[in-house]
């Protein structure tokens, strides 16, 4: 107990965590293994499992000046509230035409997870491949005309010039019901997808796309589908770091699973419906009206997503303060609600006191910098939960 008021005397999520906590420490700290079951006594469980398997992987330092958060904690601080913005598919001038003024304005950093078709263009679709496909399919189509992708490209830079943060969505995009779909591929499916992947990449350079490939550091599989078991492999053999596609309930700590970071999207209520649902934004939509075209709801639905997102903010804010992580594609679905939705809470959110809308880097950037056994006690607490 003595251990927690000194180095994290800010936490006051209850007296129940205050109890997990003192008695992780009595036992040694959260890797040990037995653990009396709070469940049985009455109180929440803890995040216990996984917390980290595997050599932790390693990022560059920050870039030089660091931002004033990009430091180590003090005794009794709080973490900052990290908020992190990630587009599936990433390529869409008019969402980034409104999404990159709000950044500019609110100091934020997002992630735009890339999907390798859209900078190939439709005559080019025979150069790919999906693992256990035919030649020249895709289920998201390829990326248009050729000039298409050269205003891609341009719009691209922009966006890394502007400090944001490219991942990979992958290509192909195979769900389930498309088979062979993402979540029957072998490790050797998975290092072909992303051998194509990056020598898109390679392609795209060449005609002046500047994403440096060592800077693809991490991504998010089609429909967060996938066996992680042959997925992993592949991404650490292609020199990616984090992964950002399972699921927690409620918010929780990045862990490192196998050698990976895992940034769970989490599962969390919303309160409007008072129900479960992922809170990304195909998930959202199917929990409000099973997915129907209703676009003369896109007010009504926009307001119960903001309204989740504020109260999931605001449980991790107050609780366990582990990273944000809101998933979204661009997308016009229900008349434009998600993206309304993420835009209006982007604005709203990033100018908070003590929140940083950040890149999954710069969260990994961070960690980096912090005590490790700070981060195992922060791994320990309980999902924040609306
Ligand atoms: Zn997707």
Not at 146 to 152: A, E, G, H, P, V
Request: proline content about 7%; charged content about 20%; aromatic content about 10%.
């Amino acid at each position: 107990m003595a251990w927690k008021q000194k180095r994290l005397g800010w936490v006051t999520i209850g007296v129940a965590l205050g109890v997990t906590v003192a008695v992780l420490v009595t036992l040694g700290g959260p890797h040990q293994e037995q653990q009396p079951d709070p469940v049985s006594a009455g109180l929440p469980a803890p995040q216990r499992q996984p917390v980290v398997s595997g050599p932790v992987p390693e990022v560059p330092a920050p870039a030089e000046p660091r931002a004033d958060w990009m430091r180590k904690l003090g005794p009794n601080e709080k973490p900052p509230q990290f908020v992190m913005f990630s587009f599936d598919g990433a390529a869409s001038k008019e969402h980034w035409d409104r999404v990159l003024p709000i950044t500019r304005q609110a100091k934020a950093h997002v992630t735009g997870l890339l999907s390798g078709v859209y900078m190939m263009s439709d005559d080019q679709g025979d150069d790919y491949t999906g693992p256990g496909h035919d030649r020249g399919f895709s289920s998201i189509g390829f990326g248009g005309t050729r000039q298409d992708i050269t205003q891609r490209i341009e719009y691209l830079n922009d966006v890394i010039a502007s400090g944001h943060e490219i991942g990979t969505h992958y290509n192909g995009h195979f769900c389930q019901g498309t088979e062979p779909s993402v979540g029957t591929w072998s490790t050797e499916q998975w290092n072909d997808e992303m051998d194509q992947f990056f020598s898109i990449v390679e392609k795209s350079r060449a005609k002046g796309f500047q994403l440096d490939p060592k800077n693809v550091r991490g991504g998010r599989t089609p429909c967060l589908e996938a066996d992680w078991k042959a997925a992993f492999p592949a991404m650490k053999a292609h020199g990616l770091v984090y992964d950002t596609s399972h699921v927690s309930l409620g918010v929780t700590w990045p862990t490192v699973i196998d050698g990976v970071y895992e940034f769970p999207l989490p599962e969390v209520r919303v309160p409007a419906l008072n129900r479960q649902a992922v809170m990304m934004d195909f998930n959202l939509w199917y929990a409000l009206n099973g997915a129907k075209e209703e676009p003369e709801k896109a007010a009504e639905f926009t307001a119960v997503v903001v309204e989740t997102y504020w109260s999931v903010y605001r449980a991790a804010f107050n609780g366990n303060r582990a990273p944000l992580t809101i998933g979204n594609h661009f997308n016009e679905w229900a008349g434009g609600a998600f993206s309304a939705a993420v835009e209006q809470f982007m604005g709203e959110v990033c100018v908070q006191k003590d929140t940083v809308c950040a890149t999954y880097t710069e969260v990994i950037q961070w960690m980096q910098l912090q005590d490790p056994q700070i981060l195992a006690q922060l791994r320990s607490f309980p999902a924040a939960r609306n």
